[in-house]
């Protein structure tokens, strides 16, 4: 429900770029989803930096997105949302590509404007292609890569420290923001959901409310002294928001344990 979905993206107002992308040639697929997403607006930055979620800001350096920046999350669609959040609500443009499960009714709920927001489920082999036309007109791109044992593929081979190069060059000319589901090279900082505990569950009966997790983040800039903080992923309200001591206890119950 939370991390996947499955929700139908077509009951949304979310643009999302149909399938064809993926069959045609890399200069095709450049020119259509340009076409497509030519009446949007970027909205013009008046600082280097993107405001994400309030609850999420003391996981990253300078408590914010940095334009130009480059960022993956491990574990978890929902936090990777949660990034996208604060721009989305400031009226920023996002992308999420190469998430074909992605529940876009959830991201409604954790505050993602689905009118700004433009999905390419299926991008195929050409998903770099397809990134870095939207790099040129969204300010974050949310994108999970294929991938072959764990490493990032470029085509049908690891994806290189060139091209690896060339996208970060083009995000800082644009400002704009890259968020990836996998490994990635010279991020600006790594989140990962260490732990999680569900509410809801009872004695065999119930279903899932809420979760609890503890996200943990590193970065270059702190000199190796990771970071971590207890969050609703989402709570029972559906939204994103940081963990409470006092109401810890109280709306964490029943409760089924994972990681």
């Given at each position: ?132 036309a939207l790099v040129d007109v969204v300010s974050v791109v949310l994108v999970k890569p294929p991938t072959r044992e764990g490493r990032v593929q470029q085509g049908g ?86 963990v409470v001591a006092r109401d810890d206890e109280t709306r964490l119950r029943p409760v089924l344990s994972g990681t």
């Open positions: 429900m939370f991390e996947n979905g499955g929700m139908a993206p077509s009951s949304s107002a979310a643009l999302t770029v149909d399938d064809e992308l993926g069959s045609a040639g890399n200069a095709d697929v450049v020119r259509e989803l340009q076409a497509r997403i030519r009446g949007m607006q970027r909205t013009t930055l008046d600082t280097r930096a993107l405001p994400t979620h309030p609850a999420l800001a003391e996981l990253l350096p300078g408590g914010a997105l940095a334009a130009g920046g480059v960022y993956a999350v491990d574990n978890s669609t929902t936090l990777a949302l949660g990034l996208l959040q604060g721009p989305s609500a400031a009226g920023s443009w996002c992308a999420v590509v190469g998430v074909p499960d992605l529940g876009v009714e959830a991201a409604a709920g954790l505050g993602l404007d689905l009118e700004r927001l433009v999905l390419v489920p299926h991008p195929g082999e050409h998903w770099l292609s397809v990134v870095s081979s690891r994806m290189s420290d060139t091209a690896a190069s060339r996208l970060a060059s083009r995000l800082r000319q644009r400002e704009a923001v890259l968020v990836s589901l996998t490994d990635w090279p010279r991020t600006d900082a790594r989140l990962t959901v260490t732990a999680s505990t569900w509410a809801g569950i009872g004695a065999g009966f119930g279903h899932l409310t809420a979760r609890q997790v503890t996200v943990s983040s590193e970065s270059r800039s702190w000199a190796g002294r990771a970071k971590s903080r207890r969050l609703w992923l989402p709570g029972p309200d559906q939204r994103l928001e940081a």
